[in-house]
């Protein structure tokens, strides 16, 4: 009941069906007191603490408020009658602490959820329940394995609750050893045969990776239901094992068990992965749905596109997607991401998930994280990069800059972009660096040719204690490739077997690359011997490696025992075949194997393919044939392929295909230096001065200049790089000097061409 009342403050209460005022009258029912309250000022305030400060309340009437607060969600008023408890020393009852307990953990205020329970003086298995809940749900997980521990020595009889809390924590954390000891309490708490414990259990096996396990404790259960099954079917889900999916399914059927939205949810996630029929077993799961009346659900949904996604079949989510009428933001990232997911976007499929942002945002939605990074791949995908800027703006705006997925994929953006400055700023706002996000900045570096920045940024990684996954790596070992340098390389190589991943395949596929760029293609052959189960991109590695290295015969019978082996090629692998028959002069092999990559293979030809063919007949002087194919090709406005006609034409000394050729290539990369100086190169050799310094004075009115060749050598483990007449060196007489001597002793056992040795040294 309420004391006498003070006068309220003259407002008016906006949007609520219950006065504030009426409520405090002692003619109403104090129960209603958190229900539907509005958002209140500051005199509101101030008025409601007066007024609270006279309530004369009741534990029962106590427990209702604390209750209607709970449903409402009004921690804020929670808070108020605990402050009133207090300050009018009323001893609650436990049923009610346990009530406030409850409000305090549902809402995430865990620090004042423990100091209601530390200061409880008489606690049940309830007070124990909520508080291992509230800390689960904020990710306190260590605290929720004290709290229980805590219950155990002060003699508390838990019950099927606690345990499947604990249990739960060991599945999210995957601690097996502390999940099979929580296990064995349950037995000997003789609450092995609660459902509830039983599929927590089942859970938890199979999250850290033991369904024979979790199998086997379902084949024994007797009391089981649609969660017990859904567990399983998510275990065998997590490792890929389709057939025994559809085989439990069935059962589950047969046993008359609701197939649940879960479940649905569940097997179509199976059949987005890449197995045999996948789509067929996909599409009846699909009908399914029809007729179990869930084809309309958000999650089943969103599941159906994602799996028609992921098997390649965009036109069939994009139905789905626009069949669903009430759409969510999960959905709509699904669609995102499903339109970008493919290893080469369109721009097509870029402009449809731009599209679909731009929908979202007429809607009201607000984006999350998710939206954001697959937005930005979409950009980086078809080099979108002023609309990548834009979409950094939302970021900003949506406040997910600090977001690590997110921060990798503007790091991806401005890479590409050559602002590896710009990429710096996003990585350094980024408060959680995880490997992801490492992996993203020193690729950046080595994509724009900062190879010893790369290499400082895996040395600040280790250093800072940061993991590191096969990944970065495979990383570092390309960067070390880059720089010839095969002693860090090696280095690299050593740290991942210390870290235990040395030896998958990711990691010796760079290792192969690696040691081919520094020259030793042996050591590359025998890293290649040397896999337990090479996949597409070790065989193209070692192809490439041995094609690269002038070594044509090996990597051409290295192509034919992976066809052999079952492996089938890729368009990388092509370009390793092609390279080795340009550099073995086997024209009609290679125009044979050209043929066969759409015909025998379904693979796509590219212009790289097409560049490799132009070498291979350009290298065998047929330089008519050459022009040809060029022209027939539809790519004659690729100036790749006219550089390597013009290259050739220097080797041939075919003045007349060289100046059409040059004319071509530098129409269309009017700035590039590199033909100006193959044709200046052309015109010397062949004696005719005017021409060539035509070009040279073209050169200078366009302003072109040819930048100088950046070289790294690797001394005592530190890695220095000089240009083209460096002289930064402290010690560069005495270089110089040795190399005049290194020289001395070439000529006297071999011809050194003077006019060639005056010209580039």
Not at 244 to 250: K, P, T, W
Not at 450 to 469: P, R, Y
Not at 669 to 679: C, F, I, N, V
């Amino acid at each position: 009941m309420l004391l006498q009342t003070t006068k309220p403050p003259n407002f008016k209460f906006r949007s609520t069906s219950i006065d504030f005022f009426n409520l405090y009258l002692p003619s109403k029912n104090p129960t209603k007191c958190f229900t539907e309250l509005p958002r209140t000022t500051k005199p509101q305030r101030s008025y409601l603490r007066d007024v609270s400060n006279r309530l004369s309340l009741d534990s029962s009437t106590c427990v209702k408020l604390i209750q209607n607060a709970t449903k409402s969600g009004s921690v804020i008023h929670g808070k108020l009658l605990h402050a009133h408890m207090i300050k009018n020393s009323f001893k609650p009852c436990l049923f009610l602490l346990n009530n406030l307990l409850n409000l305090y953990c549902r809402f995430g205020e865990i620090r004042l959820a423990y100091q209601l329970f530390d200061k409880m003086n008489e606690r049940n298995v309830v007070s124990y329940n909520l508080l291992v809940s509230g800390y689960t749900q904020v990710g306190f997980y260590d605290k929720v394995l004290n709290v229980f521990n805590d219950a155990r020595m002060g003699g508390q009889k838990l019950d099927k609750f606690t345990y499947a809390g604990v249990i739960n924590v060991c599945a999210k954390t995957e601690d097996l050893e502390m999940g099979k000891l929580i296990h064995g309490l349950v037995v000997v708490g003789g609450l092995g045969g609660r459902v509830l414990v039983t599929n927590s259990l089942i859970d938890m096996y199979c999250k850290c990776g033991k369904i024979d396990q979790a199998r086997l404790l379902f084949e024994k259960s007797d009391e089981l239901d649609n969660v017990s099954w859904n567990s399983l079917i998510s275990g065998y889900v997590r490792i890929g094992a389709n057939e025994e999916i559809f085989r439990i399914l069935v059962k589950m059927h047969r046993n008359g068990l609701d197939m649940t939205t879960y479940t649905m949810g569940c097997v179509l996630r199976a059949c987005g992965t890449d197995f045999d029929d996948s789509v067929i077993y996909g599409r009846i799961l699909h009908g399914c749905t029809l007729k179990l009346g869930l084809d309309l659900d958000i999650v089943v949904g969103t599941a159906l596109l994602d799996m028609y996604a992921k098997t390649g079949h965009l036109d069939d989510a994009i139905s789905v997607f626009y069949f669903i009428p009430d759409k969510n933001i999960v959905m709509y990232n699904a669609m995102i991401a499903g339109l970008i997911q493919t290893d080469t976007v369109s721009d097509d499929c870029a402009n449809r998930a731009f599209n679909l942002f731009f929908q979202m945002q007429r809607q009201g939605m607000k984006p999350s994280k998710f939206t954001f990074s697959s937005l930005l791949k979409a950009c980086n995908a078809v080099e979108a990069f002023e609309y990548g800027k834009q979409i950094h703006a939302q970021v900003w705006k949506n406040d997910f800059q600090f977001d690590e997925f997110v921060g990798s994929a503007l790091i991806d953006l401005y890479s590409l972009l050559g602002s590896t400055d710009d990429g710096l700023k996003c990585f350094n706002l980024i408060p959680k660096l995880d490997v992801v996000s490492w992996t993203s900045m020193i690729k950046g570096h080595i994509r724009n040719g900062h190879f010893e920045s790369a290499v400082a940024l895996f040395q600040e990684l280790l250093a800072s204690g940061g993991k590191t996954d096969e990944f970065i790596i495979s990383t570092m070992l390309a960067a070390c490739a880059d720089l010839a340098t095969g002693r860090s390389g090696e280095q690299v190589q050593g740290y991942g077997i210390k870290i235990g991943i040395g030896n998958s395949t990711t990691v010796q596929n760079s290792q192969i690359c690696m040691y081919a760029k520094s020259g030793d293609i042996d050591s590359a052959n025998m890293t290649f011997e040397e896999m337990k189960d090479p996949d597409v991109a070790s065989w193209s590695a070692i192809i490439c490696s041995n094609a690269q290295h002038g070594c044509a015969g090996d990597a051409l019978k290295l192509f034919e025992l992976m066809k052999y082996l079952g492996t089938a090629p890729n368009q990388i692998t092509f370009l390793g075949v092609l390279t080795a028959c340009s550099h073995g002069g086997l024209v009609e092999e290679g125009l044979r194997y050209f043929t066969s990559m759409h015909k025998d293979h379904g693979i796509t030809i590219d212009v790289k393919h097409y560049g490799c063919v132009v070498d291979i007949l350009a290298r065998a002087g047929r330089l008519a044939d050459t022009k040809n194919f060029i022209l027939n090709s539809g790519l004659e406005d690729s100036p790749v392929m006219w550089r390597s006609l013009l290259s050739a034409c220097r080797v041939y000394k075919d003045i007349v295909t060289a100046k059409h050729a040059a004319e071509k290539v530098i129409e269309l990369e009017p700035q590039e230096a590199a033909s100006y100086l193959l044709l200046n190169n052309i015109y010397v050799d062949a004696g005719i001065e005017l021409p060539a310094s035509e070009v040279r004075e073209l050169m200078k009115d366009r302003e072109i200049k040819k930048e100088p060749g950046l070289s790294w050598i690797e001394v005592g483990n530190k890695i220095h790089s000089f240009v083209v007449g460096d002289k930064s060196h402290p010690m560069s007489h005495i270089i110089c000097e040795r190399l005049e001597t290194i020289l001395e002793k070439i000529k006297k056992i071999s011809y050194v061409d003077d006019e060639i040795y005056c010209q580039y040294y």
